[in-house]
């Protein structure tokens, strides 16, 4: 089992950053792969960014946010981080954080981030 718990969601204004984060607990070193979903008002979760957990951490970007948004691994293997800059309207949605371990998936409470002026 793994639990999962983010933070760092806000209001902000439109080319503002925000630093979303995550921390896991429970059976940790079984994760393969930690990353962010997202899921905007009336639409379906979609896939943000990922990174596994091998040496140098692979990672995978939406192409909506590409150029815009960094994914990378704490020091400690249990937290991940988003870092979102350049943000648009487009990219309010509750933000979840996500991770893999043994085939089961797993996904925090999610945190709220508003993009408006």
């Known amino acids: 089992q793994v639990q999962l718990v983010e933070s760092g969601g806000g209001l902000v204004q439109p080319g503002g950053s925000l630093r979303l984060s995550c921390v896991g607990s429970g059976s940790i070193s079984s994760i393969s792969v930690m990353g962010w979903y997202r899921q905007a008002p009336g639409k379906q979760r979609e896939l943000v960014a990922t990174?596994?957990?091998?040496?140098?951490?692979?990672?995978y970007y939406r192409d909506s946010v590409k150029g815009r948004f960094t994914i990378f691994r704490g020091n400690a293997k249990n937290t991940v981080y988003l870092q979102m800059n350049s943000l648009q309207p487009a990219d309010t949605a509750v933000y979840y954080c996500?991770?893999?371990?043994?085939?089961?998936?797993?996904w925090g409470q999610g945190t709220r981030v508003t993009v408006s002026s």
């Open positions: 996500y991770a893999a371990a043994l085939g089961v998936d797993y």
């Open positions: 990174v596994t957990s091998t040496s140098g951490g692979s990672t």
